[in-house]
């Protein structure tokens, strides 16, 4: 997300969504959904 326009981009990793579950799962979560938010400034406005 920018901190400066708010532009929010979706990226999709392949295979890190499965990563994240089999973490919470080795400590005994049964994860429902999950998320990560990367905050910074956008190529846009740094132009």
């Given at each position: 997300m920018c901190r400066s326009c708010g532009r929010v981009e979706e990226i999709r990793a392949s295979g890190l969504e499965e990563r994240i579950d089999a973490l919470a799962r080795a400590r005994g979560f049964?994860?429902?959904?999950?998320?990560?938010?990367?905050?910074?400034?956008?190529?846009?406005?740094?132009?």
């Open positions: 049964e994860p429902l959904g999950h998320g990560i938010e990367i905050q910074g400034i956008c190529s846009e406005c740094r132009a």
